[in-house]
């Protein structure tokens, strides 16, 4: 999980600071002159806002992380394997069918996850092209 988060924590950084970049901070003080507290101005001015940037960062984590092999193969122990190992291994053995319907476990649970932020990025107002 460490190595995961160090890996891939410049990618969620990316996403997040350009969201946080294009929302001026006077948006920010007009929310605190009209008398909102910190945790209001956070919760209905900026956090709309950032959202769908954080979404489609968290999209293309999820994504990338799910097919992650090399942090996995360095790191893993016997009976403590992740799904890629798995495939990795299947296709070492020779062991075709196990590992064809690996591979469409993977797919469609990728597929089922983007498919819930999809739906919740028309919410709050992510485009989709």
Do not use: D
């Amino acid at each position: 999980l460490i190595a995961y988060c160090t890996k891939y924590m410049p990618y969620g950084m990316r996403y997040a600071s350009t969201s946080m970049h294009q929302i001026s901070g006077e948006l920010e003080e007009s929310a605190l002159v009209s008398g909102a507290s910190w945790w209001k101005t956070f919760r209905r001015v900026l956090l709309p806002l950032l959202s769908p940037g954080l979404l489609a960062g968290w999209v293309y984590i999820l994504v990338v992380s799910f097919r992650e092999l090399s942090s996995s193969i360095l790191l893993y122990s016997p009976g403590n394997e992740v799904l890629s190992i798995l495939i990795f291994e299947q296709f070492e053995n020779g062991q075709f069918t196990v590992l064809a319907a690996l591979g469409v476990i993977m797919v469609s649970t990728l597929v089922v996850l983007v498919a819930i932020a999809y739906k919740l990025g028309a919410k709050v107002g992510l485009q989709q092209n």
